[in-house]
């Protein structure tokens, strides 16, 4: 870990200016956001289309040359695709310096209910990345890539599989790594905000309830598969999902309690 919170360079860009009390450079913040996400939303452009393309994909933030670097340090982007999915196909055609990407992740973590439609909002964790995906060549590291990106899903599943991959599924797979450039967070916590003259209208306020619904994902109870052969679920297994489940639901009601400031504005993104 740094001596001191290293923050992302704030670039045209990358720079939050609509309710910019919200917004967060610091590294251990949005690669927080990004790896507790199941899904980065990539973002890239085809010249073959006129339109952007933009992709649900799995991925993972780690350093291949420091593999014990926390959040805080500068990482990598690893993305997990088929190997002659468009993406990946652009990235190999691509400059040296790789494809551009812009990706993003949220998390959910309440319903705001003010007075007034307009005021009303969501408990949020946002985090955008701007970078270059180059593929990645080197055994090594892609498979070090695929752990990675495996256990990001369920901890200790790598281990706890067939593994290593064999050379169809190296083959058939390929891992992107993408080098950050900027990036920045934006988060929204606290209860709803209303303006002072719906605040004064006792009519209004007597009839119209207002708060916080907490809101966070929860994972059941593993049901086995058809072929499943082992009578009792894993204690990795058992252990990410109870304690993932109770973070989750620890992070949104903290969120409903942190102070906001009041807002300037109509409306409250």
Request: neutral net charge.
């Amino acid at each position: 870990m740094p001596s001191h919170a290293l923050e992302y360079p704030k670039q045209p860009y990358s720079t939050v200016k609509r309710l910019n009390d919200r917004a967060r450079y610091s590294l251990e913040t949005i690669h927080g956001i990004i790896n507790s996400s199941p899904f980065i939303n990539v973002a890239f452009q085809d010249s073959t289309s006129p339109f952007p393309a933009v992709l649900p994909m799995i991925g993972q933030m780690g350093s291949f040359s420091r593999p014990s670097a926390d959040l805080g340090d500068v990482l990598d982007l690893y993305l997990h695709g088929y190997v002659s999915s468009r993406l990946m196909n652009l990235s190999r055609d691509s400059s040296s310096e790789g494809i551009p990407l812009t990706l993003t992740a949220t998390l959910l973590d309440g319903y705001v209910l003010s007075l007034t439609p307009n005021s009303h909002s969501y408990n949020y964790r946002s985090a955008i990345l701007f970078g270059f995906g180059v593929p990645v060549t080197d055994p090594a590291e892609k498979l070090w890539a695929m752990e990675l990106v495996t256990n990001s899903v369920v901890p200790q599943r790598y281990q706890n599989t067939r593994t290593p991959p064999n050379n169809a599924e190296m083959q058939s797979t390929s891992l992107l790594k993408v080098k950050i450039k900027a990036g920045s967070a934006k988060i929204r916590s606290g209860e709803p905000h209303d303006e002072r003259g719906d605040l004064n209208d006792e009519k209004l306020r007597q009839k119209t309830w207002v708060g916080v619904v907490p809101a966070w994902t929860v994972f059941g109870e593993p049901v086995g598969g058809s072929y499943n052969k082992v009578e009792k679920v894993p204690g990795y297994l058992e252990e990410w999902r109870v304690e993932g489940n109770e973070e989750r639901r620890r992070e949104a009601y903290e969120a409903v309690k942190e102070v906001v400031r009041p807002k300037k504005g109509g409306d409250d993104e």
